[in-house]
């Protein structure tokens, strides 16, 4: 997703591209991107020179949205996700003496992940991932 946001606006970028840039295996990136389509964060474009982009700008994409179509619901432990009806798989929460303490901690994680954006990730890119000769310096 940060690949992606930080070529955003220049057309799609392959997977073959990103596989190489971050060093990941493709099949594990096609695993990714099915969900990340099914939760509408990326489209896909086929052909010589299609692959994948955001289907919104970097800056209104939140780091929460991201990590709950990879991940699923937000909790550091099964009795405090965020998802309704998750939250039913524990008949103890309401006498339990912890589940206060990851409830906020949940809470923490998901404000943390509310206020951040794939444009915070995501410094622009001189170049193309699909362009080898391009510069992918920083700036």
């Known amino acids: 997703m940060v690949q992606l946001a930080r070529h955003y606006g220049t057309g799609p970028v392959s997977l073959a591209g990103i596989a190489a840039e971050e060093d990941l295996p493709r099949a594990y990136l ?25 289907t919104r700008t970097p800056s209104l994409i939140p780091m929460s949205e991201v990590l709950r179509a990879l991940e699923g619901p937000i909790a550091p432990m099964f009795c405090a996700t965020d998802d ?23 809470d923490a994680i998901t404000a943390t992940l509310d206020s951040m954006t ?7 890119r001189v170049g193309t991932l699909d362009d080898p000769q391009g510069a992918l310096i920083s700036q």
């Open 118 to 124: 794939l444009a915070d990730l995501a410094p622009p």
């Open 30 to 54: 096609e695993q990714l991107v099915v969900n990340l389509r099914e939760a509408g964060l990326v489209v896909s474009t086929r052909g010589a020179h299609g692959g994948y982009e955001l």
């Open 84 to 106: 309704p009806e998750h939250a039913m798989t524990c008949d103890r929460s309401a006498r339990c003496t912890v589940n206060v303490l990851w409830v906020r901690v949940r």
